[in-house]
């Protein structure tokens, strides 16, 4: 099946975004967290949204929660990997899943981990985002696992597994990933080395850890690595009035479109974003 539309991200933007598509009954498959936005849960006081008088994050978004749950909108939980151009629509790869859509809303919040040096250029050349897709490769070999999330911990596990040997960097507090072979090394990667495949990181005290291949399991991909070919600006994905990209029927809102990182803008900017794809889609008939 190929969807209307793939929204990518569950934040105040995704939320508006879906909303509107909903109403105007276009088919969707929206990607990200079922429980919506940790970001908005965590916050201890909103006092600028309409309508919430200093309301909790948390009640904010049980509020979002309620709304999406009464309208029957479904969330597929996943994290997409990879995004590919296929003529007149797109091809999302979320783990082992495969989805198409004739066009996207990019509600992905600001990517809070910045890639390795070198991590984009050997992606597919022993850098891969999916332990399911790819450890079967790397069965009885060498790899490193960067995780920043301890709900990614089960695929780390799945590859120590498969592999010889597991180099685990976590970027949280207490990891519970144990296994014989399985070890934390005391530094952290910078950068990914290697020729024609991976062959090594080069760790922050200037040594090289020889690994036949790295896994980043991460909440977010850096935007180059996600979908090559999109133009961003200081880091954010550069958008017109009507929240398009430089790609066509691609749109962005929110957070990772810019500055100021307020819920009220990213709601404003789902809802541009999902009547400019209405436009877009009404043209392509």
């Known amino acids: 099946m190929v969807y209307d539309v793939a929204i990518i991200g569950t934040g105040p933007a995704g939320v508006s975004a879906a909303l509107n598509l909903k109403i105007h009954d276009k088919s969707f498959i929206w990607i990200g967290k079922k429980n919506l936005s940790d970001k908005i849960a965590r916050a201890e006081r ?6 919430f008088i200093d309301a909790s994050g948390k009640e904010l978004n049980d509020a979002f ?9 479904e969330i597929t939980e996943a994290m997409v990997n990879q995004i590919m151009p296929m003529g007149d629509h797109y091809a999302l790869l979320a783990g082992p899943d495969f989805y198409e859509a004739k066009a996207l809303i990019l509600t992905t919040g600001v990517n809070q981990t910045g890639g390795l040096k070198g991590e984009a250029e050997f992606l597919g050349r022993g850098v891969s985002y999916c332990a399911t897709c790819d450890g079967g490769l790397y069965r009885g070999k060498t790899i490193a696992v960067v995780c920043n999330n301890a709900r990614f911990e089960h695929e780390a596990q799945f590859l120590a597994g498969l592999a010889e040997k597991v180099y685990f960097f976590p970027y949280y507090k207490n990891p519970g990933l144990t296994a014989d072979n399985v070890e934390a090394p005391a530094g952290r990667p910078v950068a990914v080395e290697g020729e024609m495949r ?6 922050n005290d200037g040594s090289s850890l020889p690994v036949d291949g790295l896994f980043c399991l991460r909440d977010s991909i850096s935007l180059g690595t996600l979908l090559p070919g999109l133009e961003t600006d200081g880091g954010h994905i ?32 789902g809802n541009v974003a999902a009547h ?7 043209e392509k008939k």
């Open 198 to 203: 991976v062959t090594a990181l080069k760790m």
């Open 238 to 269: 550069a958008v017109d009035r009507k929240m398009a990209t430089n790609l066509p029927g691609v749109y962005a809102a929110g957070d990772c479109t810019g500055r100021p990182y307020q819920y009220t803008k990213a709601v404003g900017e």
């Open 65 to 73: 929660l309620k709304q999406v749950e009464a309208m029957g909108i």
């Open 276 to 282: 400019s794809i209405l436009d877009y889609l009404a």
């Open 46 to 51: 909103i006092s600028n949204y309409p309508g």
